[in-house]
């Protein structure tokens, strides 16, 4: 035990209820399109998007390292037709729950306050003039993109958007809710008005702030299993730090929650937060299967990079702005996990041309000995990696093994 009265979880068994609450201690197999599809995704409570497609885009390689029948086609129709997701902002951009989006309302209602201040300052207070311009041209003559607007604009010098005063209209009105993406063009967003895009979901009532604030730091802690307030915060990015540190104040002198220690990798405890019976619903977990998965680096469980080296030992930064040879690793490295354990990161990116998976190199973590069973794990993954990319030729690079 940590203190006289606090639960404490050891090391292996948090690993496995974070794992677990990010759908990665499971066999990551069954159905996944449809509401299947969309379970997983409410799971999660939201998928990053990124447009960085070395191997395949960041969304489509989140869901397929937890349903390895999944395929890009399945997410479309839950986007484009069905409405049941949309596109916003957490920590970045991500594909959201549809009925999350009353509790987005506080973000636009601030995300519009502050970006006018902002922006007027980045990008000039031109672009507030195209605001009603922006809406009207959309209201009249259907979706745009940023290429459909202001092509007789000048950009802006000297920042690194360099956006047109319409494109920052454009981008200013999707974060303050008025506009949504409708679909995206070779990932371009393209907007419409809201109420066509999300006619479902559109003017559902508001939440108000006490209930949004109690919803995204409940709905945070249940996907996190323990947490501290600065975490649940960061989770949905919805809330600022001290609205979420009033919220566990508040929730742990009713007893809604409890203080409970987390052992960490190096044997320390960290002093979290989570629901009252936690580690007995962590003690029933199962273990994870013996077998390998090449995971995203912007995958959720990753996305606290501090929290990953804590808990598993797993230092991890996407090097990009280190230039060689200062840099250990590849540009863009993949993240590998056994069971509950990241054991290594592997540099893979896809040639289509040849229709081959070519791997660089693989560095095991330190401890981490390559035998033939845990190669032929690897092998497999890969395989099936190459089969989700279409690159089904693997071809391994002269030394690629960084023992």
Sequence with gaps: MGGMSRPCLDNATARRLFLDRHALIEPPTGPARGVDLFALIERLGFVQLDSINTVERAHHMILWSRRQSYRPKHLTPLLERDRKLFEHWTHDAAI???AFRPYWYLRFRRDARRILDRWSNWHGAEFQDKVDDVLNHIRDGGPVGSGDVGTDEVRSRGGWWEWHPSKTALEYLWRAGRISVCHRRNFAKVYDLSERVLPDHHALP???EDQTIDWACGAALDRLGFATSGEIAAFWDLITPQEAKDWCDRSLKNGTIEEIDVECVDGTLRRSLA???????????????????ILSPFDPALRDRKRA???????YRIEVFVPEPKRQYGYYVFPVMERDRLIGRIDVKCDRAGSALAVRA?????????????????DAELARLGQFTGCGDIRLAPGWLRQ
Aim: hydrophobic letters at 45%.
């Design 96 to 98: 959201i729950p549809a």
């Design 206 to 208: 508001d939440p108000g």
């Design 275 to 293: 629901y009252p019976g936690l580690a007995g619903t962590a003690a029933a977990i199962p273990e994870a299967p013996n077998r390998i998965r």
């Design 309 to 315: 080296e804590r808990l598993f030992g797993f230092f």
């Design 362 to 378: 693989f560095w095991p973590e330190e401890g981490i000995g390559m035998g033939k069973g845990r190669l032929a794990r690897l």
